[in-house]
């Protein structure tokens, strides 16, 4: 059997061609049997180059160094082909695949030139064949030359037309194979997405959005939580409610983009756009200590948060728990009880259930034997200022006494004896508190409504539970509205949510100091985060809707950073802090009323440990909303003093008057004591009109700095 080299050994001379088309020499360096190739060398601009090329490719180009196939020559088969006759014969036996064109007969014109002086025999009778004619050998050589064109000339055309197979080497194969996959994954792309679009509902809006949800689900594990699981004991617990979907998002088509897998993890499947238009799921993962899905009720939350928070104050300790989130999201329904439509069963909130564990809590031997007291009182904090809602909305003053103590005065505390005293004093003062209309919300909750269950033994506080529902955290973003009660509303809100977290963080990292006067929530409930016997709990509200989804983001965000520095204490930072005010357009206040005030002490302390969440001009404008707002107390005040000291004047006068009614009177004493009281009067009024003046220019102030603030960006969908 002759090799497939043919006459091709190392250090062969052989015609190449360049990818660029060019044809040159190249000497063999190599044999490659197994691939059927050779690598060939040459030299160009001083540099030794080479590649590797297939048999058929140097064959093609180089014909007179092909194989010859030996066959024993007997009387009955035809002379032996010439070299190129044999070549194609080659290729023709390799290429199976390939059908044969118009031209492709080789073997019938190649038997009907004679290439040596024998005389052919024929194979089917023709019709008066001309005898052979000996010709010279001149003529022989002139049709083997033309022999050898037309068959280069062939091979040359098939392999234009893809009929010459050529031996491919690995990478290539290997390319050819990716492609292969990659169409193949296209079509069943395509089979999908056409099976998809045949089962698909067009009247949702993100239909695309909800398979994808669908799909990323479908691969989860779910574990959510149930009543067999064990209650841990927190310092700090902070959980995530999710609600369902709500009749207005249904009628929408509104997609739910929030999933819960287990009993601590809550994910976000944010929608995002690319470049391209093409849109895709951004899956954000948060932990917190519990999480309950749109089936939990109002019991099994009450059970894994408030509950365990209950035997704190009957140990002489201070209990809170916060419903916190957008409005909407659940927080009233979470703490007040279930709605049927505008009416609300107040005895199915954490309120009663907190109430009704209390009560029975009494009841207990250890506990009975203390003789307590329970007291109960409600109370809203709406743009600085503080309202009882049992007592027709009277307004309250916030005050420190002698020994650094907060006291509302002039808050009524009832006495209750039983669950039903407290869901009365519920329903009382639910109907009382402040609502607003937000792009989130129609009756927006503009105020924090705080509802304390108080133990006293012989008068003296023994125990307090505070339950709070938060103001709904969207209003905190509006700051830069045109209206100023907005502006105010949001500047409260968002000022005081920022302190109370950073409070909570203060509980959970015992520090020295906690910044409770930076706005009015935290500055009542001081007593509620100082401490070691001081627990709080924290129930992050969440609508699951897909138009609600960055505000959900904002809450979890909120509720994870309350968490996240208590459990890892490796972010724990003391020490020096960033100076974020450096350059800060504050010099239109007065020194000394800010250093002075320390209000604004833990105000700039606020906003320093919440650097990305407060730019220079929101603090700019916290500085003027805290500024306008005391001096507005402090103008009605003094308004109030001048008012009840013009009744005195008016004695005063009147009792002068009358001494002018006598014959007699002493005129220079009635000069006298007129004087005094013009001048007491005019050093009265001229100090209340500058505060007024004051007044002015601070209401100035804060709205010149409302404009400074930066609007805040949108994420795209």
Request: net charge neutral; with cysteine.
């Amino acid at each position: 059997m002759a090799s497939p080299f043919g006459k091709i050994v190392v250090n062969t001379c052989v015609e190449i061609k360049r990818s660029d088309g060019r044809i040159h020499q190249a000497m063999v360096s190599s044999l490659n049997e197994e691939n059927e190739s050779v690598i060939v060398e040459w030299i160009e601009n001083g540099d030794t180059k080479g590649k590797e090329i297939d048999l058929e490719t140097i064959f093609a180009l180089n014909p007179d160094v092909a194989p010859d196939e030996h066959i024993e020559e007997s009387p009955g088969t035809p002379p032996p082909p010439t070299p190129v006759s044999s070549k194609i014969n080659k290729i023709a036996k390799n290429r199976r695949t390939i059908a044969p064109t118009k031209n492709d007969t080789p073997s019938r014109d190649n038997r009907g030139i004679p290439t040596r002086a024998k005389p052919p025999l024929p194979q089917q009778p023709e019709p008066a064949p001309p005898p052979p004619v000996q010709q010279p050998v001149q003529t022989n050589q002139n049709q083997m030359q033309q022999q050898q064109n037309e068959s280069s000339h062939l091979l040359m055309s098939r392999k234009d037309n893809g009929q010459l197979s050529r031996r491919k080497s690995n990478c290539v194969k290997e390319v050819e194979k990716l492609q292969e996959k990659r169409e193949r994954r296209r079509l069943q792309q395509q089979e999908l997405r056409e099976k998809r679009a045949q089962e698909v509902d067009t009247t949702i809006p993100n239909y695309e959005i909800m398979y994808m949800i669908r799909d990323f689900r479908a691969s989860l594990d779910y574990r959510p939580l149930t009543t067999a699981d064990l209650i841990e004991e927190h310092r700090i617990c902070v959980c995530v409610r999710k609600r369902p979907l709500n009749k207005k998002e249904l009628s929408m088509k509104d997609l739910d983009v929030i999933t819960i897998p287990s009993k601590d993890v809550v994910m976000v499947h944010e929608p995002k756009q690319k470049v391209d238009l093409t849109r895709y799921l951004e899956n954000q993962t948060f932990r917190f200590d519990y999480a309950f899905d749109e089936s939990a009720t109002n019991e099994m939350v009450y059970r894994f948060t408030a509950r365990p928070l209950v035997e704190t104050i009957f140990e002489r300790g201070m209990a809170t728990c916060f419903a916190y989130g957008q409005t909407g999201s659940g927080k009233t329904h979470t703490m007040g009880g279930d709605f049927s439509g505008k009416n609300q069963d107040c005895s199915k909130g954490i309120y009663a259930l907190a109430a009704r564990d209390v009560f029975l809590m009494l009841k207990k031997p250890n506990y009975k034997k203390l003789d307590l007291q329970v007291y109960a009182t409600f109370f809203e904090i709406y743009s600085g200022k503080v309202f009882d809602l049992l007592n027709g909305k009277a307004k309250l003053r916030v005050l420190e006494d002698g020994k650094q103590q907060v006291q509302v005065v002039g808050l009524q505390e009832k006495e209750v004896r039983g669950t039903e005293d407290v869901l009365r004093l519920i329903e009382v003062g639910n109907s009382c508190r402040t609502s607003g209309q937000t792009s989130a919300n129609a009756h927006s909750s503009r105020s924090h409504a705080v509802f304390q269950i108080i133990l006293r033994r012989k008068e003296k506080m023994h125990g307090k539970f505070s339950l709070i529902d938060l103001a709904g955290n969207e209003r905190g973003a509006d700051t830069s509205s045109a209206n100023r009660q907005t502006r105010l509303e949001g500047a409260e809100i968002n000022k005081s949510l920022l302190a109370l977290k950073e409070c909570i963080r203060a509980l959970g990292r015992n520090k020295a100091h906690t910044p409770f006067r930076a706005s009015k929530l935290t500055q009542v409930l001081r007593d509620s985060f100082i401490g070691e016997n001081s627990r709080t709990c924290m129930i992050a509200t969440i609508s699951p809707g897909m138009t609600s989804c960055e505000n959900t983001l904002n809450t979890l965000r909120y509720a994870n950073r309350v968490k996240e520095l208590t459990v890892d204490p490796n972010q724990v930072m003391e020490g020096g802090r960033p100076n974020i005010h450096a350059g800060n357009p504050l010099d239109y206040l007065d020194d000394e009323w800010v250093t002075a005030s320390p209000q604004r002490d833990d105000l700039k302390l606020l906003c320093e440990q919440n650097e990305e969440e407060v730019s220079p001009q929101l603090f700019t404008f916290h500085e003027a909303v805290s500024q306008l707002v005391e001096m507005e107390e402090q103008v009605l005040e003094d308004h109030r003093a001048v008012f009840q000291e013009s009744n005195r004047w008016l004695d005063d006068e009147k009792v002068l008057l009358e001494m002018t009614e006598e014959v007699d009177y002493d005129v220079e004493s009635y000069v006298t004591q007129l004087e005094q009281i013009l001048h007491q009067k005019i050093d009265v009024l001229i100090e209340l009109r500058d505060k007024v003046k004051s007044f002015r220019t601070a209401l100035q102030q804060e709205e010149q700095a409302s404009r400074q603030i930066n609007p805040k960006r949108p994420r795209a969908l």
